[in-house]
Structure formats: structure tokens, C-alpha cells
């Protein structure tokens, strides 16, 4: 218990510490395929997290470690204004927009401010939607939430440690948008913070973050695949398609656990996902999968870090046949890590927005044909 206390502190510390040091006040060049290019949309938002879009336009945006909640006007436009619109919450990092109301999940419980679009400069007291998630420490008790399209509302709840049996945790929650029928829909997951559904097949995708210390190149983090309910994906016993876990192996079997759709690179720290669903990028993206990687903290100084990008999976009849770069520059050539994307949002237009919370900016990458 003291260890894995021991572990969270310094894991939050590290994140403090990655967001308040200064960047480079210049903008980041980005490595993107033909025709594609980067600008920076917002600034000065300081820990930006999760991302959400109102019915009105307003873009709002989470933070982990300084408990504010931001609300962009007119983001699209050439003077983006933007309001802290909520202060002093308990990691608030994952949102989600849903019948004129914003939903924030906190690390125990989940609100929600009715009609907010009618009130970013003075928002009302918000409502409690479920005033008891599952909660044991500090560790991965920052959600990710988001609503499918029967109008119910997910949330990732994360393992209290690193490794160890998590009775109740390390699940994907779903529930009525008004908190009821609160059910578990799948196990064994230890820290998702992204996630989306299949625009065709309705299916639930998510990525996972894996353990850490087994090693540089193990094991892979991951996407998943929920194609039904009620499945375990392998936490804490098994990680990646068959890696057994050396301490708790005899506890359970990688045959009980669902293999990941995409095994990812080990320790790039998935984060947000999306399916492109937009009209601005070529065909060849339509339904594709973006994710950002957020990127490692303690691989060895000889395997050097990964992650630190927006990787692409291709998909082809609803199974992942490629993983590559898409968006590469928040790393520099001396593995300097210039800015960390955290989360992902297909904007009306098409574009593709990214949160970066060390640099306190969003991105938009926009496309245009060549020739």
C-alpha cells in the first residue's frame, strides 16, 4: 500500500511538473502526410485535457491536475475567446456534452451543469449525477466519459496501482444519463483513458494503457475492441495477446482474456481516440482510427522514449491491418518532448483537434488537395 501510495504521488507529481515547465514559446513543426498541416487553435489553456463540443459551438476543455473547467466561444473564428468557467474540482479530466448540459467526471463522483451554453460567464451549481464512483487512491482516478447513441453515458474507472487484484476497479461503468441503472460492461482494463464507437457497427473502441516495469519493450498498450458485454480484457493477468504477468500469472490465464484489436507500442501512453467521421480528409481516412500517445515516462535512457505522437490504425472490414505515424513533432530529433497530445475531437468542419497538456494548446489539422 505505501509503495503504490508512493507511486501515485510521484506519477501526479511528474505530471505537474511536465505541464509547468516553460516550452519553447515557438510553434511546434509537425511531421504530416501530403496536404496536411497543423496550427495551433487556442492558447494559453494550461493542463488541457479531454475535449467536448457544445450544440451552440462552444468548445470545452478539461484539465487532471489543476481542477479547472475551460469554454471556448467562437473558437473557430480568428479571435477565439476563452473563460475558466469552473475552478477547484477533483481531477476533472473527463467531459462529455449531452442535452444542453455538460457532464464533468471527477475522481469520485460525476456532475453535471444543466444549460451551460447559456451561462459560461456565471455557470450554476452543478448537479450530482453519481456521487459515488468506485474510488481507492490517487492512481488512475481520472475518467474519461462519453455517450453512445442510445443516450448512455460510459465511464472508464482505472486500477489503484501499477499491478495488483482490483475487486470492483479497473472496469468500463455505463449508466442512464440521469445516473440510473449504473452497470459494469467489462473487466480487466487498467487505464483507459480514451475512447469512441464504430460509427457503422455501433461496437465500442478503447484504448488502454499497460503496466509498467517489466521492462523498455514490454508489454504493448492497446486498442480494444468491445464487439459484446460482460468481456474481461486480461488485467492485471495477462497483458498484450498472451504476456502472462509474472506476479499474479498463477491467479489467472491469458485464455479467459480478450486480445487487443491492435497491440500499440509499449509505454506510448494512449490517450484520446477517435473514428474520422469528417469530410475534410481523403477517403482513405473515413473511418479510421486516430490516437493520441501521450508518451512514455520510464523507458531506459538507452531505449530512449515513443510515443509523443498521433499514430494511425487502418482499418479494413472493421479489423486493424496497420499501425503507423500521422502526426509526429511534439518530440524533437534529441528526444527533447516539446508537448504531449492528450485528447482528440473531429471538429464540424472536419478538421481533427488535439489537446496538448504541456504546452497548454490546441491544435487543429486541416487538409488540402495538392495541385
Known amino acids: 500500500m505505501e509503495l503504490t501510495v508512493r507511486f501515485t504521488v510521484i506519477l501526479l507529481m511528474m505530471q505537474l511538473f511536465i505541464w509547468q515547465v516553460s516550452a519553447d514559446e515557438a510553434d511546434l513543426h509537425f511531421d504530416l502526410p501530403n496536404g496536411f498541416a497543423a496550427t495551433v487553435l487556442v492558447r494559453d489553456v494550461a493542463n488541457a485535457r479531454s ?77 450530482v449525477v453519481v456521487a459515488e464512483l468506485p474510488f481507492k487512491n490517487k492512481m488512475h482516478a481520472w475518467k474519461y466519459i462519453g455517450f453512445d447513441s442510445r443516450d448512455r453515458l460510459y465511464v472508464s474507472i482505472g486500477a489503484p496501482c501499477n499491478i495488483c487484484e482490483a475487486p470492483g476497479l479497473a472496469v468500463m461503468l455505463r449508466m442512464n444519463a440521469d445516473g440510473s441503472k449504473l452497470e459494469t460492461i467489462a473487466r480487466g482494463i487498467r487505464n483507459s483513458v480514451g475512447f469512441d464507437w464504430h460509427p457503422t457497427t455501433g461496437e465500442l473502441w478503447f484504448t488502454d494503457n499497460g503496466r509498467d516495469m517489466l521492462g523498455d519493450n514490454v508489454p504493448p498498450d492497446e486498442l480494444n475492441r468491445m464487439h459484446q458485454e460482460g468481456l474481461d480484457y486480461g488485467f492485471p493477468y495477462c497483458h498484450g495477446v498472451d504476456i502472462a504477468d509474472p506476479k499474479l500469472a ?92 492528450v485528447d482528440l475531437l473531429i471538429a464540424p468542419d472536419g478538421s481533427l483537434l488535439v489537446s496538448d497538456d504541456k504546452r497548454g494548446v490546441i491544435y487543429r489539422v486541416t487538409y488540402h488537395k495538392q495541385g
Not at 490517450?271 to 508518451?295: C, D, K, N, W
Request: net charge negative; glycine share 8%.
Open 51 to 127: 475535449l467536448a463540443l457544445g450544440e451552440q459551438g462552444t468548445l470545452f476543455i478539461s484539465t487532471q491536475v489543476i481542477g479547472k473547467l475551460y469554454a471556448v466561444t467562437d473558437a473557430f473564428s480568428s479571435a477565439p475567446r476563452l473563460i475558466t468557467i469552473a475552478t477547484d474540482l477533483d481531477m476533472p479530466n473527463g467531459i462529455a456534452f449531452f442535452d444542453g448540459a455538460l457532464y464533468v467526471a471527477e475522481a469520485k463522483r460525476i456532475v453535471r451543469y444543466r444549460n451551460i451554453e447559456q451561462h459560461l460567464e456565471n455557470i450554476a451549481e452543478s448537479e
Open 250 to 341: 498463477e491467479l489467472g490465464h491469458c485464455a479467459d482474456a480478450v486480445p487487443p484489436a491492435q497491440s500499440l507500442g509499449p509505454h506510448v501512453a494512449p490517450l484520446g481516440m477517435r473514428f474520422y467521421t469528417g469530410s475534410m480528409f481523403p477517403a482513405e481516412y473515413h473511418q479510421q482510427v486516430f490516437i493520441a500517445e501521450h508518451g512514455s515516462w520510464n523507458r531506459s535512457k538507452s531505449a530512449g522514449k515513443t510515443g509523443y505522437r498521433i499514430s494511425l490504425v487502418r482499418l479494413n472490414k472493421n479489423r486493424p491491418v496497420s499501425y503507423e505515424p500521422f502526426m509526429e513533432g511534439f518530440m524533437n530529433d534529441d528526444q527533447q518532448v516539446l508537448g504531449r497530445p
